[in-house]
């Protein structure tokens, strides 16, 4: 079945500075990678998604970048701020546009922001 | 919309214990499926369903069982509590129909002794 790696397991940035968050996946058939935000005692949310045929896709501070060939895909946030400290999630899923197979994610990285 | 909720917020069980984690969600969603979140090993998918009377297991299923009688609720049945069940559980939908944002709840923490 798939696995899901991620890096690091704990990130510390100075505000303002950039994060990057790295995962592989191990099943060429998936397709849509999403990552999550988890805030301290809060349920997870979805921040940014990508699908295989596209390579990069930004929203605001956030971007998200898919090398299918090497099977691995980052999270990359900008200028953060001490709001962006939570838990991030990456996962995979081989479903395509008309129906669904299993969200594996990855273990969590836990981003500081220190003011 | 009250989204995804999830009911009891906490539970202390006895081992050996059996109990239903109530999930229901009010906004047509195809898909649901529950989580267990354990520090260091984030989000490991138990059960999960593409559809009322659908269910398929994940990476995780022993000792859980799930049914889909509708398409609104996907209670969790633990069987016979155990103390490696202590965790958080997260159920979530997903829309479907292209749109594939999962919508979690606000989770249960059950503790088992």
């Known amino acids: 079945g798939e696995n899901v790696e991620q890096h690091p397991s704990t990130l510390s940035v100075q505000e303002g500075d950039s994060a990057v968050i790295k995962c592989t996946y191990s099943d060429s058939a998936s397709n849509y990678f999403p990552w999550y935000k988890q805030e301290l005692g809060k349920r997870p949310q979805l921040i940014i998604d990508i699908r295989s045929n596209v390579g990069e896709k930004k929203d605001q501070r956030i971007a998200v970048t898919l090398n299918k060939t090497a099977k691995h895909f980052s999270l990359h946030i900008t200028e953060t701020q001490p709001e962006d400290s939570a838990v991030y999630f990456c996962a995979a899923d081989k479903g395509d546009e008309t129906s669904y197979d299993k969200v594996i994610f990855g273990p969590g990285t836990s981003l500081s922001v220190i003011p | ?113």
């Not at chain 2, 109990?19 to 090993?41: F, I």
């Open chain 2, 1 to 113: 919309n009250a989204g995804v909720t999830q009911t009891p917020k906490f539970q202390v069980l006895k081992t050996g214990q059996s109990m239903t984690l109530q999930c229901a969600q009010d906004m047509n969603h195809e898909y649901m499926s529950w989580y267990r979140q354990d520090p260091g090993m984030g989000l490991r998918l138990i059960h999960y369903s593409v559809g009322a009377g659908i269910t398929d297991q994940g990476e995780v299923p022993n000792g859980y069982n799930v049914s889909r009688s509708t398409t609104e609720d996907f209670p969790l049945r633990l069987l016979s509590a155990a103390p490696s069940q202590t965790s958080v559980y997260f159920c979530a939908s997903i829309k479907g129909q292209k749109i594939y944002e999962q919508y979690f709840g606000p989770g249960t923490r059950l503790t088992v002794t």
